[in-house]
């Protein structure tokens, strides 16, 4: 059952990296600083997951999680998140110095926007 669910995890993650890198592909990077003259990207994949690599990259941790339940890999994906976290929210008050709208859209694309796929 957690096999399952962890290869659900992954074939999630490696749909919402496509859509990301499609969308980013211009300004791509690790880092999260953003690269000189990038715009800033709030529609495809953008206008429901404001940070969707870190999501990817957090369905793949969680998905390897459930299915090597240990203690080191629990700790491990605790880390994770937490380092993305701090991550995000950099990147976000780096945006938010690079680009006027960029608050709007950090308001109204919450982590993952469930209300927009409701129409």
Avoid: C, N
């Amino acid at each position: 059952m957690l096999d399952a669910f962890g290869s659900i995890s992954y074939g999630i993650a490696i749909v919402i990296f496509i859509f990301a890198y499609i969308a980013l592909r211009p300004s791509l990077r690790v880092s999260p600083i953003p690269r000189e003259g990038a715009p800033l990207i709030t529609t495809g994949i953008y206008d429901y997951v404001r940070h969707p690599m870190y999501l990817a990259v957090t369905l793949i941790g969680v998905g390897l999680t459930v299915r090597k339940m240990t203690l080191f890999s629990v700790v491990s994906l605790v880390l994770l998140i937490a380092t993305l976290f701090v991550k995000a929210r950099y990147e976000d008050s780096l945006l938010s110095k690079l680009h006027p709208d960029a608050k709007s859209y950090q308001t109204r694309t919450r982590w993952i926007s469930v209300r927009r796929f409701r129409g």
